[in-house]
């Protein structure tokens, strides 16, 4: 393991503190996942793309870990105030389909998401519905406590009950009460109470319902968090990841309710880690405004994924990132550049066994690293791992990717660094940052734009002509036909044995 400590920004304390783990064999990692009603957005993905950089940051400093994630497949309401109607039931009327089908086509769709991103699969994916009776056990044993009470919607959680409410928010609990917050469903005690378990009205019969002690009904939002993460990694654990949207209720609600059944100031996980948005114009991605981007809007562009996951990490995690479709074009050019770089670097070192290893590494779902560094970074000299001291600085102080990028950048074109050297730093970066530099080809970021429906034989046809223009030094219609080409999402590359072509983006000019 790299002697450098990490440093990460825990929101419980508002500071940056060094990582102690409770056990370095095994990190325990939980991280909200998505409410499947619709498809992961780009705001979205940049919160599993931050748990990925912390997962291989982690594993590249020599833990092994256990990261879980959930999927709320029932009870997210559209407001976190327990108002509103549930996700999956407006998507399911929506789209004429049963919620059970809605929650497995979007589930899918968030996977394939993740897949196309390079981000590694939790060690357990954990299902709402599928923990709906240790909901209700844990929920009976908090009410057993005294920390709920009934009313004729459901049963509430008293958040007077447990000692700090709201310190992870900085809530201003005097402010709720003077009524600068909606309240939310009639008679709760408190304008912080939250939904532990709603009844469903006796004249409704919901898509999704249980029995339970206080009604038929459905479990709240934030009772699947502690529940599964209590069942999965224990009553303390090491990390809890997610949004900056859930740092003020949900997970305030969540601690809450650790707190409640551990009857202590147990909060749960010992580091709480937010991500920012991803913001557009000023205002955050959301699927509430209508016109959200996904990563197939991406693809559709003409963009390869891991243009916005380089994108992503251009920005430290705790930055608010505003996209634009100039600034992932300008991203893939950055990836491009590099792989065109390591391409070259490939074909001086040759085949090695090392090179394939790296290249074909099967990341278990949560092994240490260190073997893979070993084989990577063992013939390395002294200049070329001072390069591994500057990725471990970088990784070390909060997970700071843009410095990382910045010396991968600088190091692929270091003349004092031998072609393998500079090709072995490439390796030990990409398993922090998950690129796939090794494998992955700049050909493979040329996609056709879903708008180009120009034929090939058109394009092969334009080529032509254009060359025709050249040799009779008619510069102009050259030049023409290749911005005609262009417009189309088509570049032109001339070299020494012709024109060759190639997909280029095709993009809005705002998002």
């Known amino acids: 393991m790299t002697d450098r400590p990490l440093q990460f920004y825990n929101s419980l304390t508002r500071e940056l503190e060094t990582f102690e783990p409770l056990d370095p064999s095994n990190v325990r990692i939980y991280s909200c996942g998505p409410t499947v009603y619709n498809y992961a957005h780009l705001g979205n993905l940049r919160a599993y793309l931050f748990v ?12 092994g870990l256990t990261h879980v994630m959930n999927i709320t497949d029932v009870g997210h309401l559209t407001s976190d105030a327990d108002e509103g109607e549930d996700k999956m039931e407006r998507a ?3 789209e004429q389909k049963t919620v059970w089908d809605i929650a497995a086509h979007y589930t899918e769709a968030f996977e394939r998401d993740l897949a196309g991103l390079n981000v590694l699969e939790p060690s357990i994916w954990c299902k709402a519905t599928d923990h709906i009776q240790e909901m209700i056990d844990f929920a009976r044993d908090i009410a057993e406590g005294g920390y709920t009470y009934a009313l004729e919607d459901g049963l509430y959680f008293d958040t007077a009950k447990v000692p700090d409410y709201g310190h ?6 005097e402010g709720l009460e003077e009524g600068k917050r909606v309240a939310g469903p009639g008679g709760k005690r408190h304008p912080s109470d939250f939904a532990v378990w709603r009844r469903s009205p006796s004249d409704v019969q919901r898509l999704m319902e249980w029995h339970s002690p206080w009604g038929i ?4 939002w934030h009772l699947e968090c502690s529940v599964m993460s209590i069942k999965y990694l224990g009553r303390q654990f090491d990390i809890h990841t997610g949004g900056v949207d859930h740092r003020q209720v949900h997970h305030c609600n969540e601690i809450a309710q650790n707190q409640a059944y551990a009857r202590s100031g147990e909060t749960g996980a010992r580091y709480w880690m937010h991500n920012e948005f991803l913001v557009v114009r ?12 996904t990563l197939s809007s991406v693809r559709d562009n003409g963009l390869h994924p891991l243009a916005y996951r380089l994108f992503a990490l251009t920005a430290a995690y705790r930055s608010q990132l505003e996209f634009s479709w100039d600034a992932l074009v300008a991203a893939r050019a950055q990836l491009r550049r590099l792989l065109l770089r390591i391409a070259e670097l490939k074909a001086k070192v040759g085949s090695a066994d090392w090179l394939r290893a790296a290249g074909e590494a099967k990341y278990s779902k949560g092994a240490s690293l260190s073997y893979l560094r070993e084989e990577i970074e063992g013939p390395l000299g002294e200049v070329a791992k001072a390069w591994v001291d500057k990725l471990d600085a970088a990784l070390s102080d909060d997970l700071s990717t843009p410095r990382a990028l910045a010396d991968l950048g600088e190091l692929v074109e270091i003349k004092q660094l031998t072609p393998e050297e500079r090709l072995r730093l490439v390796a030990t970066y990409d398993l922090a940052l998950g690129l796939q530099l090794l494998t992955l080809e700049a050909a493979e970021l040329s996609l056709k734009p879903k708008a180009a429906t120009i034929a090939e034989a058109e394009i092969e046809a334009a080529i032509a002509e254009r060359t025709a223009a050249r040799k009779a030094k008619d510069f ?10 262009l417009a189309k999402g088509v570049a032109l590359m001339d070299g020494p044995e ?5 997909w280029e983006p095709l993009v809005a000019e705002e998002a």
């Open 52 to 63: 990925d950089t912390l997962r291989r940051t982690l594993m590249w400093k020599g833990y």
């Open 92 to 94: 399911a009327e929506r």
């Open 168 to 173: 992870l928010g900085r809530l201003d609990l």
């Open 217 to 220: 009904g459905a479990p709240g």
């Open 282 to 293: 000023d205002r955050k991605m959301a699927k509430s405004a209508g016109g959200f981007l």
């Open 476 to 485: 102009a219609a050259a030049d023409a036909l290749r911005d005609g080409l």
């Open 498 to 502: 012709g024109t060759a072509w190639a």
